[in-house]
């Protein structure tokens, strides 16, 4: 056995040997000396450069991979696992250089999506021999501009007047700049302050205060600071024709002035240290030395973030009431009918007007003076002829009188009474609806002692102990 063995072991070393022969092209193999090898039988000097024609091989690593567990290692060292699924979809490079980033940022290759958002890109084909090559849209050179015709500062008055009346409705400042940008020109930048302050002094001080917030917000975005300035200049130079139409023109230029101060939309030195006084005419004088007293009273910076005072909706309740109660005693004293309407609708409380009338009635009632239900009756015709106050609000403040009635009588007697003629006088003249006269309290008369029950005795309904 033995034998056999050692046979079959040679017989594989010589089928080894002779297929090494026939790879290198020879059947003979130079022995260690080098000085002759046999080709087909015939032995033949070996060359002198034997060394560079030898075949060159590289040596093989040492490194064994397990496919099925997908752990590699080196030199007999354990490594880390990896997932054979991970490495097939992965798009990372795999020389081992990079920040392990996707090819091309997860762009490129072949089956992939693209950059996300690339699919709003406009493709443009850029060879010519193309068919969809489009010579107007390839050319590099010619570049595409909106031309914004030169206009006047009046065409530039009726165009920024709707964009101003339409942000004193929804108040965005945002929407205002995006529509100046569309219309303005570099000529035209100071005058956006100078249109801004000339609009809102048609308005009440609310949309003052609006306004005094966009100039801030405008401020380093359509206008800057010398814009300001300038736009402050030209509103001053316009106050003797401004003064005909609104006579606190220059009482609401330095309001502006000293806010955009305080807003740092213009330097101090704008107010306090004018250009000279001899070249202003006497209206913007004045507006500048108002200007400068604001300023320099006592926390005045912090006072004129109030120098429009409170909108309506956010003043306090106690102090609408004193303001309508205030308002009520001035009208008896005068009867202006128009004055008193005139301070309503300065208060901007619409929601509110039910207070005025129930401090009318109550103040009509607490008169004991019939002039004054007269007075009173009269204004609350006018509010209602005027649609200051509606059908809805006269008849909640009346209500409220109802309500209220049984803590009115106790500081005056004759509350009732009073209410019934004053209600009959209203209904006389003809503003107030079938409800608030259906509604009207009545107090059931006392009995006195002396009227009696008309002479017969009731019957005795208490027994007598004996």
């Known amino acids: 056995m033995d034998c056999e063995a050692v046979a079959a072991n040679n017989e594989v070393e010589s089928r080894e040997s002779s297929a090494e022969r026939e790879l290198n092209g020879t059947n003979g193999v130079a022995d260690e000396s080098g000085q002759s090898s046999s080709v087909n039988g015939i032995k033949k000097p070996l060359p002198v450069d034997n ?19 997908g752990v590699i290692t080196t030199n007999g060292v354990a490594g880390y696992v990896v997932p ?34 690339s699919e709003i890109l406009e493709e443009v084909c850029e060879d ?70 000339q609009i809102s002094m048609d308005h009440k001080d609310s949309q003052r205060e609006m306004t005094s917030v966009l100039i801030s917000d405008l401020y380093g975005r359509v206008i800057t600071g010398k814009d300001i300035e300038k736009g402050f200049d030209i509103l001053q130079e316009n106050l003797p024709d401004l003064i005909l139409d609104t006579p606190e023109a220059p009482h609401i230029l330095a309001n502006y002035m000293a806010r955009a101060v305080a807003d740092d939309c213009i330097p ?22 108002q200007a400068d007293t604001l300023l320099n009273m006592k926390q005045g910076l912090a006072h004129l973030d109030n120098v429009w005072g409170m909108g309506g909706p ?32 300065a208060l901007e409380v619409p929601h509110f007007h039910h207070e005025l009338v129930y401090e009318a009635i109550v103040m009509a009632l607490e008169s004991l003076s019939v002039s004054t ?4 009756c009269e204004l609350l015709k006018s509010l209602d002829q005027a649609c200051l106050v509606l059908p809805a609000t006269m008849e909640q403040g009346f209500q409220r009188v109802y309500d209220d009635m049984a803590d009115i009588v106790l500081d005056v007697p004759l509350a009732y009474i ?14 107030l609806t079938d409800k608030i006269i259906i509604n009207m309290p009545s107090r059931g008369r006392k009995r006195f002692v002396s009227e009696g029950d008309g002479g017969h005795i009731k019957p005795q309904t208490i027994p007598i102990r004996d």
């Open 51 to 69: 060394h560079e024609n030898r075949i060159k091989r590289k040596a093989k690593r040492l490194i064994k991979q397990n496919s099925r567990e």
């Open 84 to 117: 054979q699924r991970r490495w097939k979809n992965s798009r990372r490079s795999r020389n081992g250089h990079g920040r392990g980033l996707p090819k091309k940022g997860g762009a490129g290759g072949k089956g992939v999506w693209g950059l996300l958002g």
């Open 128 to 197: 010519q021999n193309d068919p969809n090559y489009d010579s107007e849209i390839n050319d590099k050179d010619i570049e595409l501009r909106e031309v914004i015709p030169d206009i006047s500062p009046e065409e530039f008055f009726k165009m920024a007047e709707p964009i101003v009346l339409e942000y004193y409705e929804h108040g965005d400042t945002h929407e205002v700049a995006l529509s100046f940008d569309e219309i303005l020109t570099g000529q035209l930048r100071p005058y956006v302050t100078s249109i801004l302050v």
């Open 373 to 376: 239900e007269e007075a009173m």
């Open 314 to 345: 956010l003043r306090p309740v106690k102090f609408i009431t004193r303001e309508m109660t205030l308002l009520l005693k001035e009208y008896l004293s005068s009867r202006d009918i128009q004055e008193a309407h005139r301070c309503l609708r």
């Open 268 to 289: 101090p030195k704008y107010i306090t240290k004018p250009v000279d006084f001899n070249s202003m005419n006497e209206y913007a004088v004045v507006a500048i030395k």
């Open 418 to 431: 009073i209410l019934d003629r004053f209600v009959e006088r209203c209904s006389n003249a003809g503003f």
